[in-house]
C-alpha cells in the first residue's frame, strides 16, 4: 500500500459507533473499515470518468467519419486492427 497520510474526520456519535463495533466484528482496523467503504466510490467516480472520456473520443472519431474504429486504430498503431 502506498504511504499512508492520517486524517481526522468527523463522524455523527452513532455512525461512529457503529463503524467501531464493524471494525471490531471484522478484526479490522477502523482506518480499514474507512478505506473499504470509500473504495466503491472512488471506482464509480473512476468508471464515469473513464466512460466520459470514451464518450468524447467516440464522437471526435465519429466525427472524422470512423464508424467501426478502423481509422483511429490505423492512426494510433500505423495499420488496421483486426
Same mark, same amino acid.
Request: proline fraction near 2%; charge should be positive; aromatic fraction near 4%.
Given at each position: 500500500?502506498?504511504?499512508?497520510?492520517?486524517?481526522?474526520?468527523? +463522524?455523527?456519535?452513532? +455512525?461512529?459507533?457503529?463503524?467501531?463495533? +464493524?471494525?471490531?466484528?471484522?478484526?479490522?482496523?477502523?482506518?480499514?473499515?474507512?478505506?473499504?467503504?470509500?473504495?466503491?466510490?472512488?471506482?464509480?467516480? +473512476?468508471?464515469?470518468?473513464?466512460?466520459?472520456?470514451?464518450?468524447?473520443?467516440?464522437?471526435?472519431?465519429?466525427?472524422?467519419?470512423?464508424?467501426?474504429?478502423?481509422?483511429?486504430?490505423?492512426?494510433?498503431?500505423?495499420?488496421?486492427?483486426?
Amino acid at each position: 500500500m502506498a504511504r499512508a497520510v492520517k486524517k481526522i474526520i468527523s +463522524l455523527p456519535r452513532d +455512525l461512529a459507533s457503529e463503524v467501531k463495533t +464493524l471494525a471490531r466484528n471484522a478484526g479490522k482496523t477502523l482506518s480499514a473499515i474507512i478505506r473499504d467503504a470509500l473504495r466503491p466510490a472512488r471506482q464509480e467516480r +473512476l468508471k464515469g470518468e473513464f466512460r466520459g472520456t470514451q464518450g468524447y473520443w467516440a464522437k471526435q472519431a465519429k466525427g472524422q467519419g470512423d464508424t467501426d474504429g478502423e481509422k483511429t486504430s490505423k492512426d494510433i498503431f500505423g495499420h488496421e486492427c483486426s
